[in-house]
T-cell receptor, first 114, second 117 residues
Framework: SQQGEEDPQALSIQEGENATMNCSYK?????LQWYRQNSGRGLVHLIL?????REKHSGRLRVTLDTSKKSSSLLITASRAADTASYFC??????????????FGTGTRLLVSP | AAGVIQSPRHLIKEKRETATLKCYPI?????VYWYQQGPGQDPQFLIS???????DKGSIPDRFSAQQFSDYHSELNMSSLELGDSALYFC????????????????FGPGTRLTVL
């Protein structure tokens, strides 16, 4: 079964609007990462948030983490057409070994229209 | 900044053939991870290496094998290819040495798109 599940599966907005994507996971984690993937291409690392952090910012990105609810959200502010992509959360399944195989969520397909 | 390099970028094979995918991690990264992403699917972990030793294993078929070499590059060998092996294969690298046990970012290569006919 999926460690991470994302919501919504697809999101369509206009340029300038904010986009919020949510991710839920099942087991304890050390950190959670968000990635972007343009259609059929590579995964671009966006941000990592550790289990002892609650919020993190990077440019127009804001990530929150609620370990009590086992959930995270990614907010993209002032979206642009170039933000159109699939967004995945990935967790490390809480292994305290440093070898963090990532377990990916199902992804949110974001479409930003000009 | 240098990124993860994967080769080839595209590969077309017939059923029952073999394929070898190569991954060159970011310089000074000591850990390599392989993932498989089927059409419309999320990436699935296959196998990882740290300092040339296998560190973890996921849902990798017995027909696949991998290794990490002394220069830290890694190769994924796939034999008796099946139609269902058609996918994007990603390599990611990270740096574990000297890091606390919280893990670290994994940086992904552009992927190799394997098509099995």
């Amino acid at each position: 079964s999926q460690q991470g599940e994302e919501d919504p599966q697809a999101l369509s907005i206009q340029e300038g609007e904010n986009a919020t994507m949510n991710c839920s996971y099942k087991t304890s984690i050390n950190n959670l990462q968000w990635y972007r993937q343009n259609s059929g291409r590579g995964l671009v690392h966006l941000i990592l948030i550790r289990s002892n952090e609650r919020e993190k910012h990077s440019g127009r990105l804001r990530v929150t983490l609620d370990t009590s609810k086992k959930s995270s959200s990614l907010l993209i502010t002032a979206s642009r057409a170039a933000d159109t992509a699939s967004y995945f959360c990935a967790t490390d399944a809480g292994m305290n070994t440093g070898f963090q195989k990532l377990v990916f969520g199902t992804g949110t397909r974001l479409l930003v229209s000009p | 900044a240098a990124g993860v390099i994967q080769s080839p970028r595209h590969l077309i094979k017939e059923k029952r053939e073999t394929a070898t995918l190569k991954c060159y991690p970011i310089p000074r990264h000591d850990t390599v991870y392989w993932y498989q992403q089927g059409p419309g699917q999320d990436p699935q972990f296959l196998i990882s290496f740290y300092e040339k030793m296998q560190s973890d294993k996921g849902s990798i078929p017995d027909r696949f094998s991998a290794q990490q070499f002394s220069d830290y590059h890694s190769e994924l060998n796939m034999s008796s290819l099946e139609l269902g092996d058609s996918a994007l294969y990603f390599c990611a690298s990270g740096q574990r040495r000297g890091r606390p046990h919280y893990g670290d970012e994994q940086f992904f290569g552009p992927g190799t798109r394997l098509t099995v006919l």
